[in-house]
């Protein structure tokens, strides 16, 4: 009996510990999950709160500037990104994979003739198959005739790649000048105030030499942004011209082929 006893009083001393010992872990748990939430929500927070503060320190820095050249400048900044986008989406859209295109024009040109070729090219987008058909269709009046076609067409496309990107250099050029003008200009006013008042005084320049450096911050920014969109570009049309050469180099070799 005395057993049994001493048993259940050990069973209920071991439980309660042990019991004792999972609420201590739940709380801790429970506290550190409410501490990393706490945490969590703090951090979103304070993250917010940065890039609130930092989108009204543009816009505060945007209106100190002036609205005259800092507008000019934005209007650099939208049509510049407006024709940098129209042309990445045309330059990708013209993009072709040329060894397979030619591929397919050489197997026409063997089962179908010239004509099934040309077919293959109507079926085809971008620069290099339209350059192809050019060429395909001059192809009954000989070779010499086919490659003049091919080179004359290939000037046009060209101009077709390259449309509007001289807007982009403009606009690059661009917004420093009206940066600096705004700098000269501000610095004009800086001056003005100081003669008006006979005396050389902090408070009177801080106004014009502030304006002064914001235009020139915001044109270089805008500058800076459409030349990375303007070399891109450019590396894409020197990219479709290089291909579109190569690719008409092979079909006027095809094309000696077939004749001989």
Same mark, same amino acid.
């Given at each position: 009996?005395?057993k049994i006893?001493?048993t259940?009083?050990?069973?209920?001393?071991?439980?309660?510990?042990?019991t004792n010992?999972?609420?201590?872990?739940?709380?801790?748990?429970?506290t550190?999950?409410?501490?990393?939430s706490q945490d969590?929500?703090?951090?979103?927070?304070?993250?917010?709160d940065?890039?609130?503060?930092?989108?009204?320190?543009?816009?505060k820095?945007?209106?100190?500037?002036?609205?005259?050249f800092?507008?000019?400048?934005?209007?650099?900044l939208?049509?510049?990104?407006?024709?940098s986008?129209?042309?990445?989406?045309?330059?990708?859209?013209?993009?072709?994979?040329?060894?397979?295109?030619t591929?397919?024009?050489?197997?026409?040109?063997?089962?179908?003739g010239?004509?099934a070729?040309?077919?293959?090219?109507?079926?085809t987008?971008?620069?290099?198959?339209?350059?192809?058909?050019?060429?395909l269709?001059r192809?009954?009046d000989? $070779?010499e005739?086919? #490659?003049? %076609?091919? /080179?004359?067409?290939?000037?046009?496309?060209?101009? =077709?790649?390259?449309?509007?990107v001289?807007?982009i250099?403009?606009?690059?050029?661009?917004?420093p000048?009206?940066?600096?003008m705004?700098?000269?200009?501000?610095?004009?006013n800086?001056?003005?105030?100081i003669?008006a008042?006979?005396?050389?005084?902090?408070?009177?320049?801080?106004?014009?030499?502030?304006?002064?450096?914001?235009?020139?911050?915001?044109?270089l920014?805008v500058a800076?942004?459409?030349?990375?969109?303007?070399?891109?570009?450019?590396?894409?049309i020197?990219?479709i $011209?290089?291909?579109? #050469?190569? %690719?008409? /180099?092979?079909?006027?070799?095809?094309?000696?082929? =077939?004749?001989?």
């Amino acid at each position: 009996m005395k057993k049994i006893l001493l048993t259940l009083i050990l069973s209920v001393f071991v439980g309660s510990t042990f019991t004792n010992n999972a609420y201590a872990t739940t709380t801790i748990n429970s506290t550190v999950t409410i501490q990393d939430s706490q945490d969590e929500s703090m951090m979103e927070a304070s993250s917010d709160d940065a890039s609130a503060s930092f989108t009204q320190e543009i816009k505060k820095r945007f209106i100190e500037g002036g609205p005259g050249f800092m507008g000019i400048v934005l209007i650099c900044l939208i049509l510049g990104l407006a024709i940098s986008i129209e042309r990445i989406i045309y330059l990708n859209l013209s993009t072709t994979n040329s060894d397979k295109l030619t591929g397919d024009v050489e197997e026409a040109l063997k089962s179908g003739g010239v004509e099934a070729a040309k077919e293959v090219c109507r079926n085809t987008k971008g620069p290099v198959a339209s350059i192809f058909y050019q060429g395909l269709d001059r192809a009954k009046d000989g $070779v010499e005739s086919a #490659e003049k %076609a091919v /080179i004359s067409y290939g000037g046009v496309q060209m101009g =077709q790649l390259e449309k509007n990107v001289s807007w982009i250099s403009l606009f690059i050029a661009l917004a420093p000048m009206l940066g600096f003008m705004g700098t000269v200009i501000g610095m004009i006013n800086a001056f003005d105030r100081i003669e008006a008042a006979g005396d050389m005084q902090p408070s009177l320049v801080a106004g014009g030499i502030k304006i002064a450096l914001l235009t020139t911050v915001f044109g270089l920014i805008v500058a800076i942004i459409l030349q990375v969109f303007y070399n891109y570009i450019v590396s894409k049309i020197d990219s479709i $011209v290089n291909d579109m #050469e190569d %690719a008409s /180099i092979t079909l006027i070799d095809i094309l000696s082929a =077939q004749k001989k």
